[in-house]
């Protein structure tokens, strides 16, 4: 039996106990890990240092190194993470349908867990403690392969969260972690469908184009984004102006941060001077000819500026003929996530929300703003850019999926 | 460019034109296929008389060729089936949650089609006008891949539709059919992602596999029962007599009746010995020792009995110990389709509806309910035994995804 199996098995053993735990004490088992992931702080900060000191050996950036650190205050926050997935409403059995048929079969639809969630995501830790938090809360059992970078974090972490569930009578298995971090394990996880319901990976394009490539399991895709905003012949332009330079700057490493702005030709000088202005060198534009005349660029955009996301203060910028042209750019580009208009013009408000296809579509209105807390789902496990199952800010709720139960006296057919 | 590029670019050319049209017009071109099939009988019947003729040659079985044949009679239940598809409410732009945030902004979440669909499925060519039509009403854009016995049927099918969407003024794209049959083209079907949103395999267990094998545009697999009865020993015997019957007998192929039944050891004498005189040598036991005490078996299950899917007159029979042994016999074996206990123990049957992982369970009713138009969804587009996006009987509401609209007058993050 290989390493997946054995995993896989111990995960299959678990959901069968976990069906018929109730709310009480999975939030017991959250309220334990949250403190022991206090009273822990000294020996996960000892086992993080083993993996920066490695990451250093192997020429990390700093920027990673930073996302890989964990700190007094980062532990805390993610103890306070799992103290608000205790606040959160339990979505199981909640009954969302039904019906007493007319032969009298009383049908009920209700909500039950996933099942086994498979993660694979890159190297940060503290995905780690939330993805745990919101499976256990949902009621699924994970397993969890994080990157080869934060091994050493990941296993103190994951080891805190089971010791909590073992103290508080849960399966500790209903929480594992993908030790062995080789590429052939990895291959094994996404064609374990015997045991894993649905694989969520959590990273960049390459990690979920290899696991949409190479996976047997379900999968929902998250994070990719390369979003739009478009100024329309019809703008308010200095909210045009506030929102463009919210949606790229004020946090461009984001999914839902911009990568590209298209501009109605009639609003372009006065936007592209309002927005170089604002800028003022803070961001690099990859321009057209038009933009150029108003705007400090630093070259040509390219085709494949269009479908790159930089994740970092730069943008293309291109000037369009109307919003038809806008429209097309984006669905051919885009990633489904989030895209905006700037108008006052219901018409075109109206025509924009319908025709592009994404999981938030904007009017007068940045970007930034898809995001489960935004959103009020209270938290979030990622955003989905698929249409399958579930599309944007995924929540608790979108963790799990329904059976029916129907009872009856002996009816056939 | 190959050839599933395309129909893949057709496809996505027609979903943009799809994505503005209204239900009327939709309606429209439902009503003018209707009439199309009616009155294009003798040219479906001649063509079907092609596959007719290569199934015969080909020798293909008596019940494989009354699958594919068409009659007056199976056209006039096509065209019917797509009146009743032009009676259902069509799905599309309800709102199905919403709020205004604390910030202002207004969110609405609507329901809009899931995009391009892919649909493999075997030799019944009523399956091609079926998913069109269901297709159609959702907005959605369907790329039918049928097998190669049913391809003068399928051309002739899909051409009535098609000329029918022309007429109503709808791109004909919208209904396309995969003329080549190879292997190789069945192949890129399943890695055009770039085209096509969802893909739906309709068929046995080997094409089902080789789709989530190869596949990597989303799967919902459909139609796989391995479904039980479990007799306990608080079941009415009669009744479970009866619902055993119903749900083995009533009609043996489809993916909802049982392959198993299990039996609690203290009512396996007197149920054993009805249900063998109800049956009286109409089905073929495979039984343990015990009911070959009351039965008259044709030999002992295997473990790969419980594994099979007999879609005939045949049935395993295992006596167990209690319900526990029952639960895990049927989460080990089943395929996550039906399952039903008899009992009139509200206990045991609160905890068979918790623990059995299935999409519907049943206490004291036949498993042959589960189906979209006994569920009340009014059409069935397949039966989903996976957990992600839809499970059970999937109707028109089970096509659709949604997306977030958020309307704003300059708010930013």
Known sequence: MGYIDELGTAAKKAESIMTGIGTDKKNDALRRIAEKLIGSKDIIIKENKR???NAKINGMSDAMIDRLTLTEARIEGMSEGVRQVIALKDPINEIIGGEELPNGLKVEKIRVPLGVIGIIFESRPNVTVDAAALCLKSGNICILRGGSDAIYSNKCLVGI????????????????LVADTSRAVAGDMMKADKYIDVLIPRGGGGLIRSVRQNSTIPVIQTGEGNCHVYVDRFADIEKAVNITDNAKTQRP?????????????DVAEQFYTALNKKWNGKVRIYGDEICAKYMDTERAATEEDYATEFNDYVIAVKTVSGIDEAIEHINR??????????????DNALKFQKHVDAAAVYVNASTRFTDGFEFGLGAEIGISTQKLHARGPMGLKELTTYKYLITGNGQIR
Chains 1, 2 share one sequence.
């Open 333 to 346: 580009y885009g990633t489904k996530h989030s895209e905006c208009i700037v108008t006052i013009n219901l």
């Open 253 to 265: 490493s984001v999914c839902n941060a911009i990568e590209t702005v298209l501009v109605h030709k």
């Open 51 to 53: 993996d920066i000191e």
């Open 161 to 176: 969260m089971r010791d909590a569930l073992s103290e508080a009578g849960l399966p500790e298995d209903a929480v594992q």
